[in-house]
């Protein structure tokens, strides 16, 4: 028997991926932990490792396909099968050997749309057959399980979700489905019990004439990319899996909280001149660049201590206060934005701080981020200044509660005492949440930053 490769957990939230990348292919023979596949999530890119040492078989699901964790992907022949087992006979290289040896799979991959109630790999052939399969009934009498992220917006939306058919895996609910009705409007009003189960249409079976009732995001996207007249000399650029994810995330942002915003400007002069007397001396004795957003992060991370309501996420009848201080920094690629994370920031110095900026920079620019990188953030701080930027509005980083982004330093006239002086200036402007904050609390937050950042001088310690 091949063996079975699955798309594994790639985090503790992360219910699917998309394979962007086979990095292998039918004949391949492979060694345990040897790369199979590239695969983005809503979180991370990461490499699918071969869990078994042989000859791969069969690729099961293609590349641009978004499958749940848990679903069969690939089969590997393991090294010495050949001999005995059930595939052994299959002509080598093809994947019409897994005809033997899993005809429940290979039939779904030839039948179109063949409606099979039952079959351990229904999760793939819906997957695979797109808009002319019709969607396989939910188990009837099943009890459902659903993810707290699932629970979560179905609760502050009021949507019911014993009348939500899943597009998971053997009929899950995922948080997908639940965004696609939020971005509907919200869920029509029940019809009789008895027209959910003859209600089997996908996304794409709405198209036809079938009510939406639960149109995928993707759909919705896709929805709009056939509005728009295309010209003559137009470029078309296809939506990469990284920036459907951010394009999904921003509008679930933008969706579930209601964001409100606030600005203070801060003189941050002494910290310029501190900062440059110290940097070079710094990145010789540390080997780490010492830049103006580790003094940033620094007072954010202390002003949150004394305001933690502003570390915090809306959590449906509660808000859940974060204990831990974890500071999500926002980091630029060519085509695309990631957000590590600086685990336990509030227990880091400057230097610390620095350290960890620099490294997580270097991971997202090679590409070597991992899960535990990107998540746990409580609050991002956006060094949208470095664009050159001196005022934007950020969009909150969901589920956190608020975003601070750090404008741009620059040189400008100001009056101090009755007279005007030249100082260096710089905008901190602050997206909240507004269901968690008020504008006081964010205001008194705002001062302490700047208090902060304008204390800094040559007494600064950086360790």
């Given at each position: 028997?091949?063996?079975?490769?699955?798309?594994?957990?790639?985090?503790?939230?992360?219910t699917?991926?998309?394979?962007t990348?086979?990095?292998?292919?039918?004949?391949?023979?492979?060694?345990?932990?040897?790369?199979?596949?590239e695969?983005s999530?809503d979180?991370?890119?990461?490499?699918?490792?071969?869990?078994?040492?042989g000859r791969v078989?069969?690729?099961?699901?293609?590349?641009g396909?978004t499958v749940a964790?848990?679903?069969l992907?690939l089969?590997?022949?393991e090294s010495?099968?050949q001999?005995?087992?059930?595939?052994?006979?299959?002509?080598p290289?093809e994947?019409?050997a897994?005809?033997?040896?899993?005809?429940?799979?290979t039939?779904a991959?030839?039948?179109?749309?063949?409606p099979?109630?039952?079959?351990?790999q229904?999760g793939?052939?819906?997957?695979?057959?797109?808009a002319?399969?019709?969607?396989?009934?939910q188990?009837?009498?099943q009890?459902?399980?659903?993810?707290?992220?699932?629970?979560?917006l179905?609760?502050e939306h009021g949507?019911?979700?014993?009348?939500?058919?899943?597009?998971?895996?053997?009929?899950?609910?995922t948080?997908k489905d639940i965004?696609?009705i939020?971005?509907?409007?919200?869920?029509?009003a029940?019809?009789?019990?008895?027209?959910?189960?003859?209600?089997?249409?996908?996304t794409?079976?709405?198209?036809?004439?079938a009510?939406?009732?639960?149109p995928a995001?993707?759909?919705a996207?896709?929805?709009?990319?056939?509005d728009?007249?295309?010209?003559?000399g137009?470029?078309?650029?296809?939506?990469?899996?990284?920036r459907?994810?951010?394009?999904?995330?921003m509008?679930?942002?933008?969706?579930?909280?209601p964001?409100a915003?606030?600005m203070v400007?801060?003189d941050?002069?002494?910290?310029?001149?501190f900062?440059?007397?110290?940097k070079?001396?710094?990145k010789?004795k540390?080997?780490?660049?010492?830049t103006f957003l580790?003094f940033?992060?620094?007072?954010v991370?202390?002003?949150?201590k004394?305001?933690p309501?502003l570390?915090?996420t809306?959590a449906?009848?509660?808000?859940i206060?974060k204990k831990?201080i974890?500071?999500?920094?926002?980091v630029a690629?060519?085509?695309?934005?990631?957000?590590?994370v600086i685990?336990?920031a509030?227990q880091?110095?400057?230097?610390?701080?620095?350290?960890s900026?620099?490294?997580?920079?270097a991971k997202?620019?090679?590409?070597?981020?991992?899960?535990?990188?990107m998540?746990?953030g409580?609050?991002?701080?956006n060094?949208?200044?470095?664009?050159?930027s001196?005022?934007?509005?950020p969009?909150?980083?969901?589920?956190?509660?608020?975003?601070?982004?750090?404008?741009?330093?620059v040189?400008?006239?100001?009056?101090i005492?009755?007279?005007?002086?030249?100082?260096?200036?710089?905008?901190?402007c602050?997206?909240?949440?507004?269901r968690?904050?008020?504008g006081?609390?964010c205001?008194?937050?705002?001062?302490?930053?700047?208090q902060?950042?304008?204390?800094i001088?040559?007494d600064?310690k950086l360790?």
């Amino acid at each position: 028997m091949a063996t079975k490769v699955l798309m594994p957990q790639l985090g503790e939230s992360v219910t699917e991926g998309t394979i962007t990348k086979w990095l292998v292919k039918v004949g391949d023979v492979v060694a345990k932990y040897d790369p199979l596949a590239e695969v983005s999530t809503d979180k991370v890119n990461a490499e699918v490792p071969s869990t078994v040492a042989g000859r791969v078989t069969e690729i099961v699901v293609p590349e641009g396909e978004t499958v749940a964790v848990g679903t069969l992907i690939l089969y590997i022949e393991e090294s010495g099968e050949q001999a005995g087992g059930a595939v052994s006979g299959a002509a080598p290289g093809e994947g019409t050997a897994a005809a033997e040896a899993k005809p429940a799979q290979t039939a779904a991959a030839q039948a179109d749309a063949t409606p099979t109630a039952a079959g351990a790999q229904t999760g793939h052939t819906a997957a695979s057959d797109t808009a002319s399969a019709p969607e396989l009934a939910q188990p009837q009498g099943q009890k459902q399980r659903y993810s707290p992220a699932v629970m979560r917006l179905a609760q502050e939306h009021g949507i019911d979700l014993s009348r939500v058919r899943g597009t998971g895996m053997e009929g899950r609910v995922t948080r997908k489905d639940i965004q696609a009705i939020i971005d509907a409007g919200a869920q029509e009003a029940a019809p009789a019990p008895a027209a959910v189960p003859a209600e089997s249409t996908r996304t794409e079976d709405s198209a036809a004439g079938a009510p939406a009732r639960q149109p995928a995001a993707a759909a919705a996207t896709a929805s709009v990319k056939a509005d728009i007249p295309v010209g003559a000399g137009d470029q078309i650029i296809p939506v990469t899996p990284i920036r459907r994810t951010i394009a999904n995330r921003m509008v679930q942002s933008k969706h579930e909280a209601p964001h409100a915003w606030t600005m203070v400007e801060v003189d941050v002069t002494r910290l310029v001149d501190f900062r440059n007397q110290v940097k070079d001396s710094f990145k010789q004795k540390e080997g780490v660049n010492l830049t103006f957003l580790p003094f940033f992060i620094k007072a954010v991370v202390e002003a949150l201590k004394e305001y933690p309501i502003l570390n915090s996420t809306w959590a449906g009848d509660q808000i859940i206060v974060k204990k831990n201080i974890n500071i999500s920094i926002a980091v630029a690629t060519e085509d695309a934005l990631y957000v590590p994370v600086i685990k336990d920031a509030d227990q880091k110095s400057i230097f610390g701080i620095a350290k960890s900026i620099e490294e997580l920079a270097a991971k997202t620019r090679a590409g070597k981020l991992t899960v535990d990188d990107m998540t746990g953030g409580t609050f991002t701080v956006n060094n949208t200044g470095s664009f050159g930027s001196v005022l934007s509005m950020p969009i909150i980083n969901s589920p956190q509660a608020a975003i601070l982004s750090v404008e741009s330093i620059v040189k400008r006239p100001v009056v101090i005492d009755d007279m005007i002086a030249i100082r260096s200036m710089v905008n901190l402007c602050l997206s909240l949440d507004h269901r968690v904050l008020d504008g006081l609390v964010c205001g008194r937050f705002l001062q302490s930053v700047k208090q902060k950042l304008e204390a800094i001088g040559p007494d600064t310690k950086l360790y």
